[in-house]
């Protein structure tokens, strides 16, 4: 077993050897060694020379380079050659397993070994990143000497695609196996089927596709709301797809030529309204006979669900060699089975002492079904509730924090946790970022997951069969917004995937600088989002300033204005450090790079007011991870802007929101301004009033004014983010304490949250 690479090491992939260019590759090989010769330049008499023809793929690959153009020859023994790219096949060497490889660069020659084809593949992953792209070919590109040994941390390395919300043509499902393969990502997790939409083929049920395939399009209306199929002989207009199963024999091969798995996912028992659409005899049904509503769960006694389920996975099986099969079992809604009159004899009969015993009874008659077969079942860490399999394994998309629990379980575990790898989050503060899925995964954030808890005993470790990035495509309805979502956080996601070593976030920021114009080259549509500015703003206690400052993700200058006006403008400064300021601020900033904007201007509102830094009590409880910074949170005068997932934010949960302020001395006071946010579809609300009241001594309070939110009822909820600061004008009053109440708005059938991140007082 080779050593660990050392810090040295990691130094010496930066390294400039004798006037050479750094090496920059993503992900960090394992162990990189440069040496002081001369570096080896592509000239027009370069060639491919192979000696296996299991090489031969990764050689074609090469030579299609853009600009490249190199000849494939044979080795002949004794045989001359000048200039040479050897690709071959070579003795096993047990630390690099099957998917490794070395990598030496010499003047005269760059050597490519492996002990399996899916070594030299990736072995030409990394010349690609190697080799220059600059237009009219490769002739003079400069590779500099070096050693390279390499070989990923984890066998699974995932990035998946929801294609049920949104549907994605085979052209670009290519391409993002193409993506994945660029990044040394080995598991494209297809997300097929989902509750409102039914995308493979099935020639045992066409009606999965001829009705489940397509929605019935409603102005105004988001695709998961009030959804109903489309049927042949309908005149509204439809939206939707499916791929034949040619189209997926297609995708699979193409995969399967760049060392790429292909997993499908199939729902069950739950997010299945499609089926129940196409099939209303399946759904549960109460002691009467009257059928149940349809929330996307399969009767857990009818023969009939599991028919159809076991029909769908035989021909799931004939079009996927996957080890793995996806089978969902995530937000399962249990309600159906406790009035369902069948369900109810089942647990009878079996003595099941809950319903979570119904779900693993369907969930480990799959599993059974799938290992009798050769396969495994593998699904979402729901699947534990109740008695699982020990044969199946789970892919836990929880927080970063709950995953050394499960993995104490001892599952085979894929680790997909929301708080860092999934795509759909927001990647920007900024109010310029297109609408995303609540949640905030920036760059940073996805390259420093660590996917091996500290506190997770050694013994548990192998049960991590490795990582993967999820992409739910609710607000992606087209390939151009998920490019966009995806790039360039699955950069960091290969890293996190791949290399092994402590993190260098300095490091990366520089590799990804040079990989960014590669996917220009690609026509990838990426985000810019790691360059937009962001502030945040500290109270100075004792001086009571505010202390702002701006950063980026990824370098780039910045400029700033102070008076209103967007950068470049005569007042513009360059931003070398904190800024300190005694008033209230309007900040405008634009990042630069090579003199020219990269964005579009950020504004930041910097306001000071008379209880920043108070003392702040609490008399409600923060829900969750919607506890941003306690009480503080109030009056430490940063906004939490239009992202209420930012952490930035106190969220409470079905209880009136109440705090108060304790300012410093007796202070005269003219307005409250209660900063809340609203998204109804996500249980955001507005409250449905506010009071402030005064006191100077702590106990005996007196109200001075109220607000009444006379909106009419119901309220219809939607995806739509609104903020507001709810004002309280009255007489200035002099007072020590301020109370500030804001009571929830119910609504039957749902928790409601208020969300509020500063009290302005003035």
């Not at 797809?241 to 997926?248: H, L, N, P, R, S």
């Not at 996307?296 to 996957?322: H, K, T």
């Not at 799959?366 to 394994?393: C, K, M, Q, T």
């Not at 309007?586 to 920043?612: C, M, N, S, W, Y």
């Amino acid at each position: 077993m080779k050593p660990l690479i050392t810090t040295a090491a990691c130094f010496l992939l930066a390294l400039t050897v004798a006037g050479q260019a750094p090496i920059h590759i993503i992900p960090e090989p394992y162990r990189v060694e440069g040496r002081p010769e001369r570096p080896f330049v592509i000239d027009n008499s370069t060639v491919i020379v192979l000696s296996d023809s299991a090489a031969l793929p990764a050689a074609r690959r090469l030579a299609e380079l853009p600009g490249a153009g190199f000849p494939i020859k044979w080795r002949q023994k004794g045989g001359e050659v000048g200039k040479a790219i050897f690709i071959e096949l070579g003795p096993e060497k047990d630390y690099l397993g099957d998917e490794g490889y070395t990598f030496q660069v010499r003047p005269q020659a760059i050597s490519i070994q492996a002990f399996r084809p899916a070594g030299l593949f990736y072995a030409v992953e990394t010349a690609r990143q190697l080799f220059s792209d600059k237009k009219g070919g490769l002739a003079g590109a400069a590779i500099p000497s070096f050693d390279i040994e390499d070989h990923p941390r984890f066998a699974w390395r995932g990035l998946h695609l929801d294609v049920s919300r949104h549907f994605m043509p085979v052209e670009f499902i290519k391409k993002y196996i193409d993506y994945l393969a660029f990044h040394k990502l080995n598991t494209f997790h297809w997300h097929l089927i989902d509750g409102i939409g039914w995308r493979m083929e099935v020639k045992s049920h066409p009606e999965l596709t001829d009705w489940g395939a397509w929605r019935v399009v409603k102005e105004g209306r988001m695709p998961w709301q009030d959804f109903e199929v489309w049927k042949p002989g309908e005149e509204r207009p439809r939206y939707g797809g499916f791929y034949t199963q040619e189209e997926i024999k297609e995708v699979v091969a193409y995969a399967r030529d760049r060392y790429i798995t292909v997993v499908p996912e199939i729902e069950l028992p739950g997010h299945s309204e499609v089926v129940f659409q196409c099939y209303p005899g399946l759904l549960c049904q109460d002691s009467l006979g009257k059928p149940l509503p349809n929330i996307g769960v399969y009767c857990a006694d009818n023969p009939d669900s599991y028919r159809l389920l076991e029909d769908v996975l035989d021909e799931v099986l004939e079009l996927f060699p996957s080890g793995y099969i996806h089978i969902g079992g995530d937000e399962v809604s249990k309600s159906n089975w406790a009035r369902c009159a069948r369900c109810q004899r089942l647990m009878a009969e079996r003595q099941y002492a809950g319903l979570d015993d119904i779900q693993s009874h369907f969930v480990n008659h799959f599993d059974n079904y799938l290992r009798v077969r050769g396969r495994r079942l593998i699904g979402w860490h729901e699947i534990l509730e109740g008695e699982l399999s020990p044969e199946a394994s789970i892919m836990y998309w929880g927080g970063a924090d709950g995953a050394a629990a499960h993995l104490r379980r001892g599952h085979p575990t894929v680790l997909t946790p929301g708080s860092h790898l999934y795509f759909d989050h927001y990647q920007n503060l900024s109010p310029h970022e297109p609408k995303a899925w609540g949640g905030y995964s920036p760059l940073k954030e996805v390259y420093e997951y660590e996917p091996a808890p500290a506190e997770l005993e050694e013994t548990y470790r192998a049960n991590i069969l490795g990582v993967q990035a999820n992409v739910w495509t609710e607000y992606m309805p087209d390939a151009q917004k998920v490019e966009y979502m995806v790039f360039p956080r699955i950069a960091a996601l290969s890293e996190v995937a791949w290399a092994k070593g402590e993190k260098n976030w300095p490091r990366f920021r520089e590799k990804l600088g040079g990989l960014l114009p590669r996917y220009d080259a690609m026509g990838i549509h990426y985000a810019r989002s790691a360059f937009r500015p962001q502030a945040t703003f500290e109270l100075d206690r004792s001086t009571k300033q505010l202390i702002a400052r701006l950063e980026t993700e990824l370098e780039a200058e910045i400029l700033y204005t102070l008076d209103g006006s967007e950068p470049p403008s005569p007042s513009a400064s360059p931003y070398t450090g904190p800024i300190r300021l005694g008033q209230s601020a309007t900040i405008k900033a634009v990042p630069f790079k090579d003199g020219q904007p990269l964005t579009e201007p950020e504004t930041f509102e910097a306001v000071l007011h008379k209880a920043r830094g108070a003392k702040v009590e609490l008399h409600c409880t923060p829900y969750g991870r919607y506890q941003a910074s306690g009480g503080y949170t109030l009056v430490d005068a940063n906004f939490g802007g239009d992202k209420w997932g930012n952490g930035q934010w106190l969220g409470i949960l079905n209880e009136d929101f109440e705090a108060v302020l304790e300012l410093d001395t007796l202070t005269a006071i003219r307005q409250v301004g209660f900063s809340c946010i609203e998204e109804t579809g996500a249980g955001i609300y507005f409250p449905a009033g506010v009071e402030v009241a005064v006191s100077e001594d702590g106990r005996n309070f007196r109200t001075l004014k109220t607000w009444q939110n006379r909106r009419p009822l119901p309220i219809e909820r939607t995806p739509d983010i609104h903020t507001q600061t709810i004002t309280l004008e009255f007489e200035p009053t002099a007072c020590r304490y301020l109370r500030v109440k804001a009571a929830y708005q119910p609504v039957e059938g749902q928790g409601v949250f208020i969300f509020v991140d500063e009290v302005v007082v003035e």
